[in-house]
């Protein structure tokens, strides 16, 4: 079973940045899939971004593109969301996910992935 714990989340006025991390307990975690998803008050959960394991390969939801990188360091089992020119609208809290799943590739529906950490909120003031 792995765990992910989530931390970098916190407040910060619009144009400013914050620096999320995932850090997996098993090193199992470095062939996984991995995704940041974020769900705000009253509105459903939605993916950010997502990583694949072997190639580093990343996908972003049109909404960050160009504004959130993510990347990934298989040797300390940390995943990472880089998010600059931050709106009011990206306020949520944040969620990484890890897919054990190697038969397909990186998928953005929340249900694929087996393994979720607790969240780490990101308020973004105007």
């Known amino acids: 079973q792995v765990q992910l714990v989530e931390s970098g989340g916190g407040l910060v006025q619009a144009g400013g940045s914050l620096r999320l991390s995932c850090v997996a307990s098993?090193?199992?975690?470095?062939?996984?899939?991995t995704g940041w998803f974020r769900q705000a008050p009253g509105k459903e959960r939605e993916f950010v971004a997502g990583i694949t394991w072997n190639d580093g390969s990343t996908h972003y939801a049109d909404s960050v593109k160009g504004r959130f990188t993510i990347s990934r360091d298989n040797a300390k089992n940390t995943v990472y969301l880089q998010m600059n020119s931050l709106k009011p609208e990206d306020t949520a809290l944040y969620y990484c996910?890890?897919?054990?799943?190697?038969?397909?590739?990186?998928?953005?529906?929340?249900?694929?992935?087996?393994?979720w950490g607790q969240g780490t909120h990101v308020t973004v003031s105007s």
């Open positions: 098993e090193r199992t975690f470095s062939r996984y899939n």
């Open positions: 996910a890890a897919d054990r799943n190697l038969m397909v590739g990186l998928t953005t529906a929340s249900h694929e992935y087996d393994y």
